[in-house]
């Protein structure tokens, strides 16, 4: 690698510089913990941009009526974070079913994002909660695009050259919402997940208000199941419609047999969590009417 | 050859400096810059923990982290765990409870562990497993390590 090859900018203006007039295959470092196994296996890159050093992708705070979360936060920081804990606790959830405190301590929101893995868990959070992602270059000053925009398929996104993931933006939980995070592997740490899901909801009135829910690693990108979103919205939370919405859910995914698991175990996976998840829901309910708040 | 960065920082309480290439991870400038041969390669992708260290007290991978990201940081290898000339009593706890078999896991679960106590001093059972489910151990000798970390966190 040449000198060119790697860079270490200390601001934003000198990351996009970096990026401006990279070269075709060029990589954004932040923590490293999945590029630094690629360097370890002998791949290299035209052109390496560490963004370790750029505090502008620092951010962390409500900000606008939403939680700003730059790109450079690491997992490790949005679990210490009682405000990501208060106004986005399924971000929270999929923080804390993170592969392992060593590797929660360097991963980023942003590499998360942009690895594009179909299994990647907050990314699939990110989907649940209408999230936008804030991308920046030298020549296209900022645009803002939804998690389904911006991750394309496997390893593939929307950026385009010389851009970069600034900031993510999180619409604040209303005191109606509720939150929960479902995964699966074969190893509880650092478990690519065989089938995740992350359902937010409202409930007002009684009655389901914007139900979203994501699921990770049965299809090429993290997928919302609209079909079961539409199975609940503005309908009453009941075991007949979770089941009704359980199994909506699982006829829209597309899962694949591999070595983690086989397809049909991952549609019943899916099932399973999304009638985990409702029914969670219903006994939330249930508690805050019986304590009446 | 890649040009080398000079990097300065803080290793288990002295401040040093060093020039690394900068794709060379944190493992190999300890060892081979260092000779601080404790923190282990094992498997080189982040699943195992052999290489654990501590950056500005945060447990990280050693074989993940890029050297030239330690720059102006606290870095302490499973070197810096002891106490002066005495071991710590998370290294003592090890001994008592025979936590140790062929030993190539240990560095790594006592920095891991070291990380985990600073942050719950007395960790219940569940705390210290969630807290060591970075570091596998081959010789399945986890019982008596857990017991070691519950038992550090009584004393």
């Given at each position: 690698m040449t000198e060119q090859g790697y860079v270490r900018p200390d601001n934003l203006a000198g990351a996009l510089d970096a990026l401006a007039d990279a070269p075709e295959g060029t990589r954004v470092l932040a923590g490293g913990t999945d590029l630094m196994v690629h360097l370890r296996a002998g791949k290299r890159f035209p052109r390496l941009v560490n963004v370790?050093?750029?505090?502008?992708?620092?951010a962390l705070r409500v900000w606008g009526g939403a939680l700003e979360v730059g790109a450079g936060v690491t997992v490790a920081r949005l679990l210490r974070d009682a405000e990501v804990r208060r106004h986005a606790a399924l971000l929270w959830q999929a923080a804390d079913r993170f592969a392992s405190p060593l590797v929660r301590s360097r991963a980023t929101v942003g590499g998360n994002l942009v690895n594009a893995s179909p299994a990647a868990d907050l990314t699939l959070a990110l989907l649940a909660l209408d999230a936008r992602v804030e991308l920046v270059s030298r020549a296209g000053g900022v645009r803002s695009l939804g998690v389904d925009e911006l991750v394309l398929g496997p390893g593939k996104t929307a950026l385009g050259a010389g851009e970069l993931v600034r900031t993510v933006r999180v619409p604040l939980a209303k005191p109606t919402a509720f939150h929960h995070f479902e995964k699966s592997g074969p190893r509880p740490a650092l478990e690519i997940s065989v089938a995740a899901v992350a359902v937010a909801l409202r409930i007002e009135d009684g009655r389901v208000v914007e139900p979203r829910i994501a699921c990770g690693a049965v299809a090429p990108v993290p997928l919302r199941v609209v079909p079961a979103e539409q199975v609940l919205a503005g309908r009453e939370l009941t075991p007949a419609l979770i089941e009704e919405a359980a199994l909506a859910a699982a006829k829209v995914v597309r899962p694949i047999d591999d070595v983690r698991a086989t397809a049909l175990y991952r549609r019943r996976l899916v099932a399973a969590f999304v009638r985990r998840s409702l029914t969670a829901a219903l006994d939330s309910q249930r508690v805050s009417h019986a304590t009446g708040s | 050859m890649q040009p080398e960065v000079e990097i300065r920082f803080t290793l288990n309480g002295r401040p040093v400096r060093t020039h690394v290439p900068p794709t060379m991870a944190v493992l190999e400038m300890v060892r081979e810059r260092f000779a601080l041969t404790g923190s282990k390669l094992a498997c080189g992708e982040g699943e195992c923990g052999a290489c654990a260290v501590l950056l500005d007290g945060e447990p990280v991978l050693g074989c993940l982290t890029p050297a030239v990201d330690v720059d102006g940081r606290v870095l302490v290898t499973v070197e810096g765990l002891r106490h002066k000339a005495d071991l710590a009593p998370l290294q003592k706890a090890f001994l008592m409870e025979g936590a140790v078999q062929c030993g190539f896991c240990t560095p790594g679960m006592l920095v891991a562990a070291t990380a985990l106590l600073a942050e719950h001093p007395h960790p219940s059972r569940e705390q210290v497993r969630r807290g060591l489910e970075g570091n596998l151990c081959r010789c399945t000798g986890y019982v008596a390590i857990v017991e070691a970390v519950e038992d550090a966190g009584k004393r």
């Open positions: 370790a050093r750029v505090s502008e992708l620092q | -």
